[in-house]
């Protein structure tokens, strides 16, 4: 009799935590109708069951309550993209030349993947090989860590703002064309910070170029420092 | 769209296709936005977040196996993104959302609606679970989601997840006037 008793709490209990989950319509059909043969003789399941349902009734009514993306913001994502990708590209050094290969394998059903690694590994050696016995070096010339690290590319930095009715397509075609980069804002007011290449056309002409599109920029100006303001 | 499309959008980014990957932003944006806020329940960290989950799609959309369905993958990286963003930037002392910056397009009257739905009854009475325990009731009841496949996204045995909505429903019957129950049933 205790059994049968002990028996019946445990499925009291499996099917009391599933109550969530029959009410969202998610369980599977066998456990469904577990639940279902349970809660037909339960009469605290049944409550809970009505609680569970008043809960995903609020919970709904929560909604969704996200805005839609302004394209600046996939502008901006999209320049973390270029950002990163150039930041891996400088760390990775000579092995960003596996970069392809690796994405090959990644792409490669997993059981395949070490035969393809290991097809991959003879073909570098016989390469190897073959350059090593066909060019032998004669002159060879040495980086030293004491060598000088590149120079960073010198930018102009200007101030713009955007229209709000500008769409993402215009705002970047129109920084493709003067080469710039957003990187800060916006500001309190809106602003951006776009940083163009000094070595590429005068400031003036990028703003003029900038002011040329009202429909895309309402203004553009010299950040903080003037025209000949440059950061590095 | 179906999963079948999505899936054919992430095999499309993982081939580093910006189309595609502009596509999949537009398609998940809202969505991620939308569970974002109610994971972290910090308007102030959404945006941020997002970025971070669509730069690791975009990073990481090659190693993709299409064993899940790519919404619960994806879901799955803004869960660990979310939680991660919590602990690194914990709340100010008030543990108020209303404290942080702004969000970028603060103007717009989505983001009010977000800010209000925060402050309501229920949005208070969710504040109060742990955002792991928010992640299992949120995904259950607002995404209709199987808790095989919220396993799959927060990354924990299909046991936890019961336990975690166990204590969830505890603490939602306390803090929720009219649920009208008289005793604990389970």
Redesign the interface.
């Known amino acids: 009799m205790r059994e049968q008793e002990a028996h019946g709490e445990r499925v009291h ?1 499996r099917v ?3 109550l ?2 029959y ?6 059909e066998r456990e469904r109708e577990r639940v279902e043969t349970h809660l037909a003789a339960c009469l ?2 049944q ?2 069951e009505r ?2 349902r ?3 009734g ?13 394209p ?3 502008q ?3 320049a ?2 270029e950002e ?1 990708e150039r930041e891996e590209k400088e760390s990775a050094g000579p092995w960003r030349l596996l970069a392809p290969l690796r ?1 090959l394998v ?2 490669t059903p ?1 059981p395949l993947r070490g035969a393809l690694v290991a097809q991959a590994a003879v073909i570098l050696l016989l390469v190897g090989f073959l350059g090593w016995s066909s060019l032998r070096p004669t002159n060879q010339t040495f980086v030293t860590k004491s060598d000088p690290a590149p120079a960073p590319v010198p930018t102009v930095r200007l101030r713009v703002m955007f229209s709000p009715r500008a769409t993402e397509k215009e705002i970047r075609e129109l920084l493709q064309g003067i080469r710039g980069k957003i990187t800060a804002g ?1 500001s309190p007011s809106g602003a951006y910070v776009v940083e163009v290449p000094a070595a590429g056309d005068p400031t003036d002409v990028v703003l003029a170029r900038l002011r040329s599109e009202p429909q895309v920029v309402m203004f553009a100006q010299p950040a903080a420092g003037g025209p000949g303001e440059a950061a590095q | 769209m179906t999963s079948t499309d999505e899936l054919t959008l992430l095999r499309r980014v993982a081939t580093k296709d910006r189309k595609a990957f502009e596509a999949l932003y537009h398609l998940y944006y809202r969505r991620l936005f939308g569970y974002l806020l109610k994971l972290t329940r910090r308007v102030d960290l959404v945006e941020e977040v997002l970025n971070d989950v669509m730069l690791a799609i975009w990073k990481g959309a090659a190693s993709f196996d299409g064993r899940s369905r790519p919404s619960t993958w994806i879901f799955g990286i803004a869960y660990h993104k979310g939680l991660k963003a919590l602990a690194r930037r914990p709340a100010e002392v008030d543990g108020d959302a209303e404290g942080g910056p702004e969000p970028v397009d603060r103007d717009e009257p989505e983001s009010l609606a977000a800010r209000r739905e925060l402050a309501g009854v229920l949005g208070r009475a969710l504040g109060s679970l742990s955002p792991e325990q928010r992640a299992v009731v949120e995904l259950t009841y607002y995404y209709g989601l199987a808790y095989p496949e919220i396993a799959e996204i927060v990354g924990c045995p299909v046991n936890t997840v019961k336990t975690r909505m166990f204590h969830a429903r505890r603490r939602l019957r306390e803090l929720l006037p009219g649920m009208g129950v008289s005793g604990y049933a389970g």
């Open positions: 209990q009391w935590e599933l969530p989950w009410v969202n319509g998610s369980l599977a605290r399941c409550e809970e609680i569970c008043r809960t995903a609020e919970v709904a009514k929560g909604g969704e309550v996200a805005p839609a993306p302004h600046v913001q996939l901006r994502m999209l973390r993209i990163s994405s990644q792409a997993r916006p």
